[in-house]
């Protein structure tokens, strides 16, 4: 079988894009797309202010940072001006992965440790080192692929997981999970380096951690010589909209030792930072290995990462992502009354998971129909994808510009689709099954936003994500034979 280098969304039609703006993408007709995916054109795809900035950059000077240059300089403490105090030494580089791969020298370097406990679907990267820790990837090789250093918890998903929304305490549940790991590696004289975790499980299936959950497991891996890494790659720069780091959902008490910053960071420009503290970058430091990175921290990127942080102030990105969210959620939870398919709404800000199943009591994943109605969704030039471990969860991650419209436009026509799928498959509507607890939405307050952080849910493991990169399967098991649209 063939299996091409390159995957792209779509396989059997596949899109051609020749120009974006704002929200919208267009094809080499001229079609246009409403864009609900991309995270990477965080303030608008070909924001000019970005556009400009990068350009009067390069006809001054690119270098690197073996030379002074103040773009660095104002970049650094633009963006840790963003972080808790502690937070405050920072690494450029290049892409998410080169963030993680370096998160994990200096974990490792700390305390001189090696040992990795990641989260159940968790995706951190495509170098060695990250799909080691990527059980979303190295499951996908077999069942002896998970190497002897890595340590596998439980996903705090209260949807689908261990421990589920009904139970009285599940951040001290799972935070329990982890524990029980590092007994047991103790107990085999192996030491922890790091907990590795995205402050909400993006590819693993929107998964927004319950309050409390980060606070208890960062307790428990200090107490053994590791650290925390936050993985923001994906759901960082304000995204959840009431925080710029979506770690700071879990509460002011709870500081990672490491955080991991990409794909929003330079609106499409590769670049991505690590941000640590003094105490670990010294101790990294100290083993006399040099850092050098020939692109990380050029003046160009500084350049970008300072326009796309002005942008999303100026343009209070972070409000319009709470607003639109709201409202966004406010309208999937109307659809999640109407259509058995729906079986769970959760999300914050412009971070918005729709779980779609085939038996509300079961919650058996209804991963034909999803892929279905994204290609449905792609017809009607809206783009979204369908991602986690079973590929049933439709993922709203939208530029921060996204505006009501876009979210009323997108909810009518899934709502048209929805209709039209389950009245082809023979699936009642009307939905009597309540609302997951953990999306109630705050009544008589215009606002839809979840309680608090713990309003979430997520999945399973599998061997998932691979939409990550935009890939939908070619022979996708759906439609035609069961669903006629
Ligand atoms: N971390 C997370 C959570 C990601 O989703 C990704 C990429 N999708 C990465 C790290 C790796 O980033 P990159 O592809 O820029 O190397």
Request: with cysteine.
């Amino acid at each position: 079988m063939e299996r091409p280098s390159c995957k792209v969304f779509f396989a059997k039609d596949p899109l051609k894009i020749v120009r974006a703006q704002g929200q919208y993408m267009f094809d080499e007709t001229g079609e246009k797309y409403l864009d609900c995916i991309n995270n990477v054109a965080h303030v608008g795809h070909s924001h000019p202010y970005v556009t400009k900035a990068a350009a009067k950059q390069m006809e001054l000077l690119n270098t690197n940072s073996r030379f002074l240059h103040d773009n660095l300089v104002q970049y650094a403490q633009r963006l840790t001006a963003t972080l808790p105090e502690k937070l405050s030494v920072c690494y450029f580089v290049n892409s998410g992965s080169e963030a993680n791969d370096l998160a994990l020298r200096l974990a490792r370097q700390y305390h001189g440790h090696q040992d990795v406990i990641t989260l159940e679907n968790a995706y951190h990267g495509h170098v060695t080192s990250l799909i080691d820790i990527s059980p979303y990837k190295f499951n996908q090789l077999g069942k002896d692929s998970k190497k002897e250093f890595v340590h596998v918890a439980p996903s705090p998903d209260i949807y689908r997981g261990k421990y589920r929304e009904d139970h009285p305490d599940p951040a001290s549940a799972y935070a329990e999970e982890v524990k029980k790991i590092i007994e047991e590696t103790q107990k085999n004289g192996r030491k922890i380096a790091a907990f590795i975790a995205e402050s909400m499980q993006s590819c693993g299936g929107q998964v927004i951690p319950p309050v409390g959950y980060f606070q208890k497991v960062a307790e428990y891996v200090r107490a053994v010589g590791g650290v925390f890494i936050a993985d923001e790659v994906q759901v960082g720069f304000g995204r959840v909209g009431k925080h710029f780091w979506a770690f700071q959902l879990q509460g002011e008490d709870f500081v990672p030792d490491i955080v991991t910053m990409g794909k929003p960071i330079g609106n499409g420009h590769p670049m991505s930072c690590v941000v640590t503290t003094r105490e670990i970058a010294e101790k990294f430091g100290a083993s006399g290995l040099e850092y050098f990175n020939t692109f990380g921290g050029n003046p160009v990127s500084c350049a970008i990462g300072l326009a796309v942080l002005e942008v999303i102030e100026k343009e209070d990105l972070q409000g319009n992502a709470t607003r639109v969210g709201s409202y966004l959620l406010e309208l999937l939870v109307e659809q999640k009354k109407k259509h058995p398919l729906v079986g769970d709404i959760r999300g914050i800000g412009l971070f918005v998971g729709v779980d779609l199943v085939k038996d509300q009591q079961k919650r058996t994943p209804a991963t034909a129909e999803a892929l279905h109605l994204i290609y449905k969704l792609k017809e009607q030039k809206i783009l979204l994808s369908a991602d986690g471990p079973y590929r049933n969860i439709l993922k709203f991650k939208p530029p921060m510009c996204f505006t009501v419209e876009d979210a009323k436009h997108v909810v009518e026509t899934i709502d048209v689709l929805l209709t039209e799928i389950e009245e082809a498959t023979g699936m009642k509507t009307g939905n009597d099954a309540p609302t997951n607890a953990q999306c109630k939405i705050k009544a008589n307050e215009g606002s839809p936003q979840p309680e608090s952080a713990n309003e979430s849910t997520s999945h399973l493991n599998g061997a998932a994500c691979r939409q990550e990169n935009g890939f939908y399967p070619e022979k996708h098991s759906v439609p035609s034979k069961t669903i006629r649209t």
